[in-house]
């Protein structure tokens, strides 16, 4: 059992810790990138990239690293042993609750109001104003949290 948990909690550590990095590239020089050109054409990559991510290798790894956080969690809370059982449902809750969770209630509806504007006018470029100061601060919380998870779970690993 101790082979298939470590297998399991360092998945995760890998998973997460991905994620992290490209939450990362996004908070620190994509969406910065993006604020300086025009709207219509920010606009525009940022529909196209959410487009493509759905349909890329990205959803490959965000989504089955939840599925691994909740084995964590169970396992956690159904076999508690003190120092690591905290380890592993810090990490799990944080990138359950704070990376993926937080991407569904707030990063995509994001998306979907900006996929509806269209690329030009007044109502586009005060929409992406808005969108660029709070896509990004909820792409930071995704960042942390994921980063934090990582830690959470190679933390978790050495206590094996």
């Not at 996004?26 to 054409?41: G, K, L, N």
């Not at 606009?43 to 349909?55: D, E, G, L, P």
């Not at 905290?86 to 569904?104: D, K, N, P």
Request: hydrophobic letters at 65%; charged letters at 10%.
């Amino acid at each position: 059992m101790t082979l298939v948990l470590w297998i399991v909690l360092a998945a995760a550590a890998i998973g997460s810790g991905l994620v992290a990095g490209i939450f990362f590239a996004f908070s620190t020089f994509i969406m910065t990138s993006f604020a300086r050109i025009p709207a219509e054409q920010g606009i525009a990559a940022m529909n196209s990239i959410n487009v493509t991510i759905v349909r890329s290798p990205f959803m490959l790894l965000f989504v089955p690293t939840v599925v691994l956080c909740l084995v964590i969690a169970a396992f956690a809370f159904f076999n508690w042993r003190e120092g690591i059982s905290v380890w592993m449902l810090a990490g799990a809750v944080l990138y359950i609750f704070a990376s993926f969770l937080s991407t569904i209630v707030f990063n995509v509806p994001m998306n979907d109001a900006l996929a509806k504007v269209g690329g030009g006018g007044a109502e586009a470029t005060a929409l992406w104003a808005s969108y660029l100061k709070d896509w990004t601060w909820w792409n930071h919380v995704r960042t942390i949290a994921s980063l934090l998870a990582s830690m959470a779970f190679v933390r978790a690993l050495m206590l094996i």
